[in-house]
């Protein structure tokens, strides 16, 4: 009697997660902006400031050697355009790759 009831729940959690993708609800994305005209440690700090602050983005790593941006964001929210714009505002040339 009680157990039908216990065996129900995990399916229909099941079923929510499958349909995530066609909902409202976007899965997080991820992509790379190459950065011109980093310099120094202070560049790059102020790089992944511009971009974690930014609304939709959930995680920026930003690579001095390599000049880019991994960036953690939501599609949904903010497109990868205006977070390019948002770093060349903070004064360097950004490039989204690919
Ligand atoms: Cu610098």
């Known amino acids: 009697m009680g ?3 216990l065996e129900e729940m995990p399916r229909s959690i099941d079923k929510v997660s499958m349909h ?4 409202s609800s976007t899965a997080p994305a991820s ?3 190459l950065i011109e005209g980093m310099h120094c440690g202070s560049c790059v700090a102020l790089v992944e400031e511009t971009l974690i602050e930014h609304d939709g983005v959930s995680q920026a790593t930003v ?7 991994t960036i953690g964001y939501d599609p949904a929210v903010v497109e990868v355009a205006t977070l390019a714009a948002a770093i060349q505002e903070a004064g360097y040339a ?3 790759a690919g």
């Open 3 to 5: 157990l039908s009831h």
């Open 20 to 23: 995530n993708q066609d909902s």
């Open 31 to 33: 992509v790379e902006i």
């Open 63 to 69: 690579d001095l050697d390599a000049g880019k941006a």
């Open 94 to 96: 950004a490039t989204p």
